[in-house]
């Protein structure tokens, strides 16, 4: 069994900064690729940014690139998310997941979730 508790949510202004953190315990998770993903309300949970197991290759919703940066430290069992230039659009409860099958770029592929954490954004 795998778990994983998000923090650092909460409420900013329109392009101020967030980091969000995701601490994972349960079993060792630096094999697998991690991912934050967010969900507003009335929408789908759509895809924020993925991280591989070795931290170096990144992926990223069009709608966060250039401000938002995800990465890993696999000695802590955590994963990252700063946001940058926050927008009134990015408020959403974000979520991290881990993938333990290999894939990574959508929903289905990640096997479990944390609880989420709100994020809103002020204009």
């Known amino acids: 069994q795998v778990q994983l508790v998000e923090s650092g949510g909460g409420l900013v202004q329109a392009g101020g900064s967030l980091r969000l953190s995701c601490v994972t315990s349960g079993r060792p998770l630096s094999s697998y690729a991690m991912g934050w993903f967010r969900q507003a309300p009335g929408k789908e949970r759509e895809l924020v940014a993925t991280i591989m197991w070795s931290g170096i290759s990144t992926h990223y919703g069009d709608s966060v690139k250039g401000r938002f940066t995800i990465s890993r430290d696999n000695a802590k069992n955590t994963v990252y998310l700063q946001m940058n230039s926050l927008k009134p659009e990015d408020t959403a409860v974000y979520y991290c997941?881990?993938?333990?099958?290999?894939?990574?770029?959508?929903?289905?592929?990640?096997?479990?979730w944390g609880q989420g954490t709100q994020v809103t954004v002020s204009s």
């Open positions: 997941a881990v993938s333990l099958r290999g894939g990574w770029g959508t929903t289905n592929d990640y096997d479990y």
